[in-house]
């Protein structure tokens, strides 16, 4: 069964602007995408359905995020840190996910290669799919669906990093710098990136 995808898009970005005034998930990449939109648009060619979890004061990224297709839903405690995030996304996708592809809304540059095998680990019952390119781990993560429980109690701003490190992964390679590449500063934006 296909899993679900969750894009985590609530955070606040104060690396990339202090004041919080400027959302990084808002500005355009080279070509004129916004962050968040070519984010969202490689999970939405990958999946059936893509949860996307927003503050409530998002600043128009849930609208941006509505008109792709996303199902948005706003975390009143997104603040508290990612896992609060995470779990507000999980719970929303219950009863019927069979397990989670998770993507950051701050990282453009994922290919959808690499989603479509994530998909793939997870639809042959991977309990956790993990990108790996030139020896080392990113982003986007799979879950299965046996990690409910402990997805669920995750708490703080580490995200599902404790689960990741407890528990056996499937490493699926890919060919994909984009798996470690971020936006948190304007130098990061400002990047000529090839990696989409």
């Known amino acids: 069964m296909t899993p679900v995808g969750i ?3 609530a955070g606040r970005g104060r ?7 400027a959302s990084k998930l808002l500005q355009p990449l080279p070509g004129g995408e ?15 359905k893509v949860i996307a979890v927003v503050r409530p004061d998002d600043g128009g990224v849930g609208d941006c995020l509505r008109a792709l297709g996303c199902i948005v839903t706003v975390c009143p405690d997104a603040d508290s840190g990612m896992a ?15 397990s989670w592809l998770i993507a950051l809304g701050d990282m453009p540059h ?13 639809e042959q019952g991977a309990p956790i799919a993990v990108p790996l390119h030139a ?18 109690a995750l708490q703080g701003d580490q995200g599902a990093r404790a689960i ?10 890919v060919d994909d710098p984009g ?16 990696l989409a």
């Open 15 to 21: 690396r990339f602007d202090p004041t919080g005034a």
């Open 164 to 173: 990741l490190k407890a528990q056996a992964v499937s490493v699926v390679a």
């Open 84 to 98: 609060a995030s995470l779990v507000h996304a999980i719970r929303h996708s219950l009863p019927d996910a069979p």
């Open 34 to 48: 916004l962050v968040v939109a070519a984010s969202a648009r490689v999970l939405l060619s990958s999946v059936d």
């Open 135 to 152: 020896g080392q781990r990113g982003n986007p993560v799979g879950f299965g669906r046996v990690h409910l429980d402990a997805l669920l």
């Open 110 to 122: 994922v290919r959808g290669s690499t989603m479509l095998a994530l998909r793939a680990a997870l």
């Open 179 to 194: 798996i470690f590449s971020d936006i948190d500063t304007v130098a990061d934006l400002l990047k000529t990136s090839t």
């Open 7 to 9: 894009l985590l898009a």
